[in-house]
């Protein structure tokens, strides 16, 4: 039989240094599950060696597990052994020891050489390098592709994936979770707020320590290794290169909402859905103006755009930039390709948004206007316009100069106005009773009516 350092030395000459972080991730999750589980209940886990494979022999859980005959009675796997700190019961003296030392005293004596890993119980570890380092996962799923180290393990992925159990109910909400260690996580980092691993190269925390190493990797080292075969994207977890296959190529949306015909992909995009549209909710306050967000994607997006001015998105049909990517291919869309899909019921009047048609409604045949100036009674419909209103008529700002004269107009479009007609006489808005043309449609109407029409509005008093 091997020695522990034997098998230790062994390893270093198995095992590259570069171990991807997602895998250790991952086999740290198992290993805290199985090692949760083990430190609550007694499971009588007996580990054997044959001098090069390590392999654990889980015994058959039946009801009567210990039975002994002495002079007077029989015995029935009786727990006398009580934990004064919880509601643990064992009947080996040595086994409540390890609950004490790995539950209640944070006990972790064996320590991995390859990584950071720590474990109370030594064969924790060897699971730990087995499946983490070594990759042995010897125990295949019969009803997927699924492999794990224990048998365990392979049981708890059929009951939660397959057999969908999820006997751990949260007392706070209606999660359920298919080991205590997973409801003690959702417990602590969704309802007790508990972020106790932070990166240290930005403001990131989490519950979790594998979700801090996810970040480290897709933030700041930017790995994404999960490659989608339908397309250029990448990500890093497969949980993530799944959810872009689902969303975006087979455009599953499955989460509905109640209150609308709105549907997500996740539960996640289902909620802010709710929480912003429905529930108007914005907890994210901008510390430089009074505009507030659902996430803090937005408050970010909201600062580089308006207050950062950054405009990372080019079009490379003209000189438009912007801060959004979905606002460049609306752009596009609109701009070059005339793309104006939604049609208003009321007007002939189209839009390459739904937003935009809703706000053309609300503006044009509803006459909502619910931004009021406080300098004069105008009222817009959005903010938008009421800025533009404040900024050209009360401050006068003229921030667009002609490069060809001294003219400066208020917006781009009254400049692209006075290039085109005084610079470039463009008279696009011909008269249809007479050769007549104007550079704006509003002047065609004013000829029209008084030409054509003989309309006479203002009287002498």
């Not at 570069?18 to 580990?47: P, R």
């Not at 050489?113 to 042995?136: D, G, M, Q, Y």
């Not at 290169?241 to 087979?250: G, P, Q, T």
């Not at 997006?301 to 001015?309: Q, R």
């Amino acid at each position: 039989m091997e020695t522990d350092s034997k098998i230790f030395k062994d390893l270093h000459g198995k095992v590259e240094n570069n171990q991807e972080t997602e895998k250790i991730a991952e086999g740290e999750d198992e290993i805290k599950d199985y090692e949760e589980e083990k430190s609550s209940f007694d499971f009588d886990v007996q580990f054997t060696t044959d001098g090069e494979n390590i392999e654990d022999i889980k015994t058959e859980s039946i009801d009567i597990v210990d039975q002994y005959i002495d002079e007077n009675t029989v015995h029935l796997n009786n727990r006398d052994l009580k934990c004064h700190l919880c509601e643990y019961a064992s009947k080996k003296e040595s086994i409540l020891e390890k609950h004490i030392d790995s539950v209640h005293l944070k006990k972790k004596e064996f320590q991995c050489p390859l990584c950071e890993f720590t474990s109370a119980r030594n064969e924790n570890l060897k699971v730990h390098i087995n499946s983490v380092h070594l990759n042995n996962k010897d125990h295949k799923c019969h009803l997927c592709e699924y492999a794990a180290n224990t048998k365990y393990i392979l049981k708890r992925h059929i009951d939660s994936v397959h057999l969908n159990k999820k006997d751990h109910k949260c007392h706070l909400c209606e999660y359920a979770a298919n080991t205590k260690y997973r409801l003690k996580k959702h417990i602590d980092s969704v309802h007790l707020k508990k972020k106790e691993f932070q990166c240290t190269l930005f403001t990131f925390t989490s519950a979790r320590n594998e979700n801090l190493k996810f970040h480290i990797n897709s933030a700041h080292l930017k790995k994404k290794n999960h490659k989608c075969h339908l397309c250029e994207y990448a990500a890093n977890t497969k949980y993530g290169l799944k959810e872009h296959i689902d969303c975006v190529h087979l455009n599953k949306k499955d989460h509905k909402c109640h209150l609308c015909g709105y549907a997500a992909y996740t539960k996640y995009h289902l909620k802010k859905h709710i929480d912003s549209l429905h529930l108007n909710k914005k907890e994210h306050e901008c510390h430089l103006c009074e505009y507030a967000a659902n996430d803090k994607y937005q408050l970010k997006k909201h600062i580089d755009s308006v207050h950062l001015k950054k405009k990372e998105f080019q079009c490379p049909l003209c000189e438009f930039t912007s801060a959004r990517n979905e606002n460049l291919k609306v752009h596009i869309d609109s701009v070059h390709l005339k793309n104006k899909d939604h049609k208003c019921h009321l007007c002939e009047y189209a839009a390459n948004t739904k937003y935009i048609l809703k706000k053309h409604i609300d503006s044009v045949h509803l006459n909502e206007k619910d931004h009021k100036c406080h300098f004069c009674e105008y009222a817009a419909n959005t903010k938008y316009i009421l800025k533009k209103h404040i900024d050209s008529v009360h401050l006068n700002k003229k921030d667009h100069k002609c490069h060809l004269c001294v003219y400066a107009a208020k917006t781009k479009y009254r400049l692209k106005e006075h290039i085109d007609s005084v610079h470039l006489n463009e008279k696009e808005h011909k008269c249809y009773l007479c050769e007549y043309a104007a550079n704006k449609k509003y002047h065609l109407k004013k000829h029209i009516d008084s030409v054509h029409l003989n309309k006479k509005d203002h009287k002498c008093h």
